[in-house]
């Protein structure tokens, strides 16, 4: 895996849950969407994904039910919840926090 994958991975909650402040979603579109978002560059597995969603619905951030009336398999759609919503922000601000500090660390002469 790529540095950007090691530095990105350890913000999983905070990207899914960012996702689903745009709307429910489930798994597959998700990841099409940080594929996407990301030029391609970034990709979560799909064991990581999932372990992430189970763990933000044990801490009550998101929300799962089944979805699809159509016919073909159903689909796991996760929403965001009021903590969930909270969680996030409170994630956002740190990555910003973080974000600041390591562009003051890094900056050297020279750089654009």
């Not at 790529?2 to 979603?25: C, E, M, N, P, V």
């Not at 992430?52 to 919840?81: D, M, N, Q, V």
């Not at 500090?101 to 654009?112: N, S, Y």
Request: with cysteine.
């Amino acid at each position: 895996m790529s540095i950007a994958g090691d530095l990105i991975r350890g913000h999983t909650d905070a990207i899914i849950l960012a996702r689903l402040l745009q709307g429910d979603s489930y798994g597959y579109e998700i990841n099409k969407v940080i594929s996407t978002l990301s030029s391609g560059r970034f990709e979560l597995k799909e064991a990581t994904l999932y372990t992430a969603f189970k763990r933000l619905e044990e801490l009550g951030h998101i929300a799962s039910y089944w979805g699809g009336s159509g016919p073909g398999a159903r689909r796991r759609y996760y929403a965001i919840t009021p903590s969930g919503r909270e969680a996030c922000y409170r994630l956002l601000s740190e990555w910003r926090e973080t974000k600041e500090i390591m562009d003051k660390l890094l900056e050297t002469e020279g750089t654009p």
